[in-house]
């Protein structure tokens, strides 16, 4: 755990592999936390490899536009480079809460909606905006699928801007979010359909080979079975969400026992990237929606 003033205990979050730095508060992050986390938010330029028309706006210059218009940040990540003197300007994600979406939500809802805004300084990609979502009981952080389209914003012209203007364009859309969520609360599946469920998750976690054969032989490390087990009496129940929440943790976590292919004793490893987890997280966030589609 970092070493931080006792006014908030942020906390190192266990979504990520070691290689990726990930620090996660209960409140709002302060500038020398993220520094600390994620230094690349303050990359003092663009990676060399950059032409005259990339325009250079650092992300905590971005950050700071968006505090200015009610957005905090409550987690940041940072992912490794194997790429010398890239390590500056790598990606990094943020995920944000507007106070106009959580007044009240952290007494009256077990999640909160947040917006996560990902970038990097060495070509790596765009800006990239997305819906999200924090489940408080187990430190999910969701990302929503195809119900909000993502944005994508270059890096040329009024970035600032436009990336302030995307945020509150995924904020307005989060209506449509909540009313999929009780959809997923209210809707009950039978263990048959569960077991469905995290088989096409554990293809989608470990590839197509992945999935259990008749005799139920898998060469991935851990089993369908396994992926909807609880780790806490919470997550307990046969709802759809319920069971999207264990296969989401489960999967993206790790640490369930099982064997690889050789038939040794194994520990399953936490999605160690910030673009996997993201596609992951997307992935079974469809899977659940399919799911409901095929339900109701």
């Known amino acids: 755990m970092y070493a931080t003033p006792n006014h908030t205990t942020p ?3 266990t979504r990520f592999a070691p290689s990726t730095r990930v620090l996660r508060s209960d409140q709002p992050l302060r500038e020398d936390q993220m520094r600390h986390a994620a230094p690349s938010i303050f990359a003092e330029g663009k990676h060399a490899s950059r032409s005259e028309r990339y325009t250079y706006i650092p ?19 940072q992912g490794a480079s194997r790429v010398e003197g890239k390590a500056a300007f790598t990606k990094h994600m ?26 990097s300084h060495d070509g790596a990609g765009s800006y990239q905006m997305l819906a999200g979502m924090f489940r408080f009981v187990c430190s999910n952080g ?19 801007n436009e990336v302030i203007e ?38 989608l976690r470990f590839g197509e080979r ?25 997550d ?9 929440q264990r296969v989401q943790e489960n999967a993206l976590r790790g640490g369930q026992l099982g064997r690889s292919a050789l038939g040794r004793r194994v520990h399953t490893r ?22 409901r589609t095929l339900k109701a």
């Open 270 to 291: 936490p999605v160690g990237s910030i673009d996997r987890s993201v596609s992951l997280n997307r992935a079974l966030w469809m899977l659940a929606e399919e799911m």
């Open 94 to 119: 943020i995920r944000m809460r507007h106070h106009r979406d959580t007044s009240g939500q952290v007494q009256t809802r077990p999640e909160v909606n947040e917006i996560i805004l990902i970038n």
């Open 59 to 77: 992300t905590i210059d971005v950050l700071r536009g968006l505090r200015r218009e009610g957005f905090e940040p409550f987690m940041v990540a």
């Open 11 to 13: 906390t190192l979050a």
């Open 210 to 234: 992945a999935i259990e054969d008749e005799g139920g032989h898998s060469p991935a490390p851990v089993t369908a079975a396994q992926l909807i087990e609880a780790r806490r009496p919470e």
């Open 166 to 203: 995307g945020a509150f364009r995924v904020l307005d859309e989060f209506e449509a979010v909540d009313e999929h969520t009780e959809a997923m609360k209210a809707l009950q599946l039978q263990p048959p359909e569960e077991i469905a469920f995290a088989t096409a998750a554990l293809a």
């Open 236 to 244: 307990l129940g046969h709802s759809l969400w319920t069971t999207f």
């Open 142 to 160: 969701l990302v929503v699928g195809e119900v909000v389209e993502d944005l994508r914003i270059p890096h040329r012209g009024d970035v600032q």
